[in-house]
C-alpha cells in the first residue's frame, strides 16, 4: 500500500495525474503526504524508495524538483526583501 502511495504522489508532482483523477480512480488510494504542501524530506524518502526499486529516472525528476523548489524559494526571498527595502536600480 505504501508503494501505491509513494507512487500517487510522485505522478502528482511530475503532472502525470491530477489529485481529482487519483481520488476518481479504483480502488481508492491515498499519498503519500500531503501533494499540496509537499515537504523536502517526503521528497527525499520517496527519492530513497525509486533508489531501492532501481527507478532511477524518477529520482532524477524528483531531484529538479528540489532544485526547482529551492529556486522559487530564493525567489521569494529577495520579492520579500524587494517589498521591505524597497526597488533598486543597482545590479551587481
Do not use: H
Amino acid at each position: 500500500m505504501i508503494e501505491e502511495c509513494i507512487r500517487n504522489t510522485f505522478d502528482v508532482l511530475t503532472n502525470r495525474q491530477t489529485v481529482e483523477e487519483i481520488l476518481d480512480s479504483e480502488p481508492k488510494t491515498m499519498f503519500y503526504g500531503n501533494p499540496f504542501e509537499v515537504e523536502d524530506e517526503d521528497i527525499n524518502e520517496m527519492i530513497e524508495f525509486f533508489e531501492n526499486t532501481e527507478e532511477y529516472e524518477k529520482c532524477g525528476e524528483l531531484l529538479e524538483l528540489l532544485k526547482a523548489k529551492e529556486f522559487a524559494e530564493f525567489d521569494m526571498f529577495l520579492e520579500n526583501l524587494r517589498i521591505k527595502n524597497g526597488q533598486t536600480d543597482y545590479w551587481i
